[in-house]
């Protein structure tokens, strides 16, 4: 086996449909952009999952910290009014 | 005519089996996983178009042999396949540069194939030419990327090409049955499409850093069904179902 240590992770995102968005699906290794391209479509287009795909170097992607959880996330667990929920919807509008 | 016919798309339809299932030996030992699932869906292409193949040469010759006849019941002899395409796998750089010089050749075929005054084997190319485009340009970029590459296996395909050499002419060999249906627009004749498919490989092997392939020395016989070593092991593998159930079903 190649030593897959070496060789870069990609995230693929692919777009079931028009009109859809492009939504994370998995990963995989490639030494460049074309392979993971192609890998991608290998590995999770093999059923007639998607209509386009995006591969992203996992290394380009920007995380928040989970050690950040309490001041990124916790703050707007008590902010209940930032919920559209205290609105009467009138019947006629329908399904919003 | 149609004996002409029958034998055409029974050496179509071998060198799709006999290459798919040679690329079917890599499951579960491909270098990497993604390439563990890129290698099985091209065997798979190439097998589903080697069935379309099949089931139509039953037809035609009208003999009551259906596909699984025709794929796993006849022996050695008969099998017309080009011999580049039972050759033992070798490494990952011989069988991605086999899979690239066949994939190069077969857009080409199909592509003027769709054109043919045969609708059914019209249709057999339209879709057979989507999967063919895609072999070619997966297996071209591997070709690129081992040809120069690291110094290995800028080596192993050096030495990929030296295996695979002798055995290129035999794609553009011409014969009766070739020009009979070149003759009746049913199949493009191979010798045409070689400056094309030349040029495709040099443009690839330029990428890759690799010298032209020369194509004055050839092994032929395989369309004559006289095949190498290695095609009696390819098949005792290939039939043993068959010939230890026959007809048997899933």
Redesign the interface.
Same mark, same amino acid.
């Given at each position: 086996?190649?030593n897959?240590q070496e060789?870069q992770l990609w995230e693929v995102f692919i777009r079931p449909r028009n009109g859809l968005a492009h939504r994370h699906c998995g990963s995989?290794? /490639? /030494?460049?952009a074309?392979?993971a391209l192609?890998?991608a479509?290998?590995?999770y287009t093999?059923r007639g999952e998607g209509l386009s795909v995006w591969v992203i170097p996992s290394a380009q992607i920007v995380a928040s910290d989970p050690q950040d959880r309490d001041q990124m996330f916790d703050p707007a667990d008590d902010k209940i009014y930032r919920h559209p929920s205290f609105y009467e919807i009138p019947d006629d509008v329908g399904h919003m | 005519m149609q004996k002409a016919t029958f034998l055409a798309l029974i050496r179509l339809a071998d060198d799709h089996l006999i290459l798919g299932h040679r690329l079917s030996e890599w499951c579960g030992h491909a270098p990497m996983l993604e390439e563990d699932l890129a290698m099985p869906n091209i065997a798979l292409d190439l097998i589903g178009q080697a069935r379309a193949l099949y089931s139509y040469a039953g037809e035609i010759e009208a003999a009551g042999r259906d596909e699984d006849a025709l794929a796993f019941g006849r022996i050695e002899r008969e099998y017309q396949n080009l011999l580049i395409c039972e050759l033992e796998n070798g490494d990952f750089a011989q069988t991605m540069l086999r899979q690239f010089y066949f994939a190069s050749f077969m857009l080409l075929l199909w592509e003027q194939a769709q054109r043919s005054s045969n609708t059914i084997l019209a249709a057999i190319a339209a879709k057979a030419v989507k999967e063919a485009k895609y072999h070619r340009r997966h297996c071209g970029e591997w070709v690129i990327r081992l040809g120069d590459g690291t110094d290995e296996s800028a080596l192993r395909m050096q030495a990929a090409c030296a295996v695979l050499e002798p055995y290129l002419a035999e794609f553009f060999q011409v014969d009766e049955v070739v020009l009979e249906m070149s003759k009746n627009s049913i199949l493009p004749d191979p010798l045409s499409l070689r400056a094309a498919w030349l040029a495709d490989v040099c443009e690839v092997f330029g990428a890759a850093k690799i010298a032209p392939p020369d194509l004055s020395h050839a092994h032929k016989g395989g369309r004559k069904g006289r095949h190498t070593e290695a095609m009696g092991h390819l098949l005792a593998q290939l039939q043993y179902m068959q010939r230890s159930f026959p007809n048997m079903t899933w």
């Amino acid at each position: 086996m190649i030593n897959t240590q070496e060789i870069q992770l990609w995230e693929v995102f692919i777009r079931p449909r028009n009109g859809l968005a492009h939504r994370h699906c998995g990963s995989l290794h /490639a /030494a460049d952009a074309e392979m993971a391209l192609q890998a991608a479509r290998d590995v999770y287009t093999r059923r007639g999952e998607g209509l386009s795909v995006w591969v992203i170097p996992s290394a380009q992607i920007v995380a928040s910290d989970p050690q950040d959880r309490d001041q990124m996330f916790d703050p707007a667990d008590d902010k209940i009014y930032r919920h559209p929920s205290f609105y009467e919807i009138p019947d006629d509008v329908g399904h919003m | 005519m149609q004996k002409a016919t029958f034998l055409a798309l029974i050496r179509l339809a071998d060198d799709h089996l006999i290459l798919g299932h040679r690329l079917s030996e890599w499951c579960g030992h491909a270098p990497m996983l993604e390439e563990d699932l890129a290698m099985p869906n091209i065997a798979l292409d190439l097998i589903g178009q080697a069935r379309a193949l099949y089931s139509y040469a039953g037809e035609i010759e009208a003999a009551g042999r259906d596909e699984d006849a025709l794929a796993f019941g006849r022996i050695e002899r008969e099998y017309q396949n080009l011999l580049i395409c039972e050759l033992e796998n070798g490494d990952f750089a011989q069988t991605m540069l086999r899979q690239f010089y066949f994939a190069s050749f077969m857009l080409l075929l199909w592509e003027q194939a769709q054109r043919s005054s045969n609708t059914i084997l019209a249709a057999i190319a339209a879709k057979a030419v989507k999967e063919a485009k895609y072999h070619r340009r997966h297996c071209g970029e591997w070709v690129i990327r081992l040809g120069d590459g690291t110094d290995e296996s800028a080596l192993r395909m050096q030495a990929a090409c030296a295996v695979l050499e002798p055995y290129l002419a035999e794609f553009f060999q011409v014969d009766e049955v070739v020009l009979e249906m070149s003759k009746n627009s049913i199949l493009p004749d191979p010798l045409s499409l070689r400056a094309a498919w030349l040029a495709d490989v040099c443009e690839v092997f330029g990428a890759a850093k690799i010298a032209p392939p020369d194509l004055s020395h050839a092994h032929k016989g395989g369309r004559k069904g006289r095949h190498t070593e290695a095609m009696g092991h390819l098949l005792a593998q290939l039939q043993y179902m068959q010939r230890s159930f026959p007809n048997m079903t899933w």
